[in-house]
């Protein structure tokens, strides 16, 4: 600054002895506007000389804390001890903990989730579904932009098992250069690595980034039983009784005595009648029990239940529903009947007077009993008037009898066959009624009479080997004395026996079944066949009515008469005047036996290998179709799209299936089959059929949001050119046991030890998770100078060059210059 000063001295120093030495200016050089400009100009010229400097010092900038949330979203957490599940829990601390949180000055929260896997979160998953406000960065790092509500759908606790420690070392290589100030964990400690949690903690206290973990979930509980499948079918016949696979999952009270039932479900949710029921023994882990249930004759929601024990981790999973719906398929019955008596009936009138009179065959009985229920259609075909078997017409329509093409034939589900001989049909008849009921499912019936069974010569014929009794062959085995039968009502009843609801009064009504005129003396009962009444002495008791399964199809025998000369009170008035005992046996018989018959009329059959599948197993999907004419053909094209049984079970776009090999992908995705994507199957020429195969991913495998467990639906399609010929659906069940699932109860003590280890806190609650995150500091960092010098303001320089040129103009226009 002296030097500034000294030189600018000198300089004035300097200028006033030239203009001594030169002497007195001219008048023209005096003008006070010049020397003013002239003053400016050496004015500024002084501040850019002196050049002052101006300072500025901003605070320096606040750095928030880094926290990073890791939450667990394993299936454990989806259980609950007070009504709320784990999960709830998380969710709730959470929401609490935000509420005292300043998101402008607070820590910054980086969002992960782990299970199988670590994964990030772009979702305040505690906010619930909003439109999102901004975009989202960061998803992938450690610490993330402050995220953003959006419409996304939140995680879950879904995972089929627990890496904590996994996840933890995983955590560590998304820190980036900045670790982060605390790790908070929320889980229930329920890991499948604990071994090496002493590890990874010190590794963490190394980086000195302590572990705070939020235990979730009592440790002051015994165990938990849980039902964690139900296979029953979707779709069932009237008057059936279904079978229904549970699978029952149990931790801790091995040798407990519980019950398992299958109750009705009523329009308000609540539990209605019982409907099966069984007493098991628990043992830890998963078993299999089967239970059967009536099916009524309309929709119903089932519920599978198993009584709660004490101290159970969630009782809200002793419970399993599934909605049973009521196939009503018109069933198509054949009924041949070789009785050709007649006999009257008045209709109307009073006391016998007036009315008219309406003529019956012998068929008329049961053929009537069938059709009051509208789901069954029955064709009565019979001999001629004379009993000639020869000619053969419908009661309907004489000039037509028995179906002519196996087609035809194929396009009913069950034959009965009262009274009539071997000779009535052809062999070629014969030999479709063998493919219909062994490979096609239908079903078949004989009735006792005078031609049948061994008096109608069926002995050694396709039929004979299909009844669930010998047939004996000597001609004739037809006796005509009263004959009394009586129902096995020893344990469960068969569903043809289940006349009334109550089973008190149907075991009653069960023994006023009245007699009957004559039977057939058959043989032996086959091994496979199931007697569901007997005739005879003790000593000397026969078969009266006898069933079993004969390939694919059903079949059934009752060696006494049914129509009004042989069996008049049971046809007439068997439940009373409507005979309605007799018109339910019926209609029980037809369904029974008819269960599987709905294959019999398709162009396209399929089936599965089985129906429950386990992770990493193969489905075999099999395939027939068949032309108009009912042979088996590959000028088909079948396509086959999976689909979940239930939309509640699935939470993502893929199936748990891999993509099949060998088949033609019509969408190009990922290794899993997606939801709805159609492929074609293999077409197998030697065998006339179709196939494919269908791998279920591993657990390992499997991405986030897939579940593993969960009803499929196996849709198939045929077509000829781009004509649909025929559609059926198969249904399986995939059941997973992970180890997650084994044993429920949470491990805080592991939690603890990892908090420990790595210098972290056990925080129980919202409050104390508050709390840790108003105690993280926060970095400030130093203030920050700014300099300007006078020179380096720009205006100053343009105004001195204004100054300096308005002189030298000035001076030009004076004629100084």
Known sequence: MSVIAASALGAFVGFALMRRAMGAPIALSRRWGLWTIRGLILAVVGVILLNPVRVEEAPGSVERAKVVYLVDTSQSMALGETGKTRWDQVVATIQAAEKSRDVRTGPQLGLFRFGSRLAAIDVPFWKGFEPA???????????????????E?????????????????????????????????FSDGRARDPERADAVAAGYRHMKVPIHVVPVGSDLVGGDVAIVSMVAPSLVRKSSQVPVQLFVRSYGYKGKRAELKLVAVGGDGRPGAILGRTPVVLQDGLNSYTLTFPSGEQDRKIAATIDPQVGEVSVRNNTLTADVAIDHTKIRVLYLEGSVENFAVQRGGFLGFGGSTEVRGAYSALQMALMEDPDIECTAVLPSADGDFSSLGRADEKQRGLPETPSELFAYDAIILSNVPREAISDQFLSWIDDWIGRRGGGLCMVGGPNSFGSGRWAGTAVGAMLPVEVVNNGRDWEQPLVSIKPVTDGPLHAILHIAADDAENRALLATVPKFLGRNRVGRVKPTAEVLAWEGTASEARPAIAVQPFGRGRTAALTTGIT???????????????????????RNAVYWLTENSSIGRRRLLAETDKRLYRPGEPIVLNAKAFDENAAATLDYRVTVSIEPKSAAESTSDASPLRRPSGARIEAIGGPLLPWGEEFELNKLAGEKSYRSTLAITDAKSLPSGVALTQGLRIELTAYEGNTQVDSTALDVQILDDPSEQQNPLPDH?????????????????????????????????PSEVRT??????????????????TEWVWRRRVGLA
């Open 153 to 185: 759908p939140p995680p879950a606790p879904t995972d089929a098992e627990t890496l904590l420690s996994g996840s933890l070392e995983a955590l560590s290589g998304r820190f980036g250069q900045t670790p982060p100030q605390a790790v908070v964990v």
């Open 788 to 805: 300007m010098p006078a020179w380096s303001h720009g205006w100053l320089m343009a105004l001195l060059i204004a100054l300096l040129t």
């Open 749 to 781: 003590d592991l939690l603890k030890r990892l908090a420990e280890a790595s210098g972290g806190t056990l925080l129980h609650g919202s409050a104390d998770l508050a709390s840790m995150l108003g105690r993280l500091p926060i970095s400030v960092g």
């Open 133 to 151: 406000l901004a975009p989202r960065g960061g998803a992938g790092t450690a610490v993330a932009a402050e995220p953003h509500p959006t419409t």
């Open 564 to 586: 009004r000369r042989f069996a008049s009170e049971f046809s007439q008035s068997w439940g009373g005047t409507d005979a309605r005992y007799y018109k339910k046996f019926w």
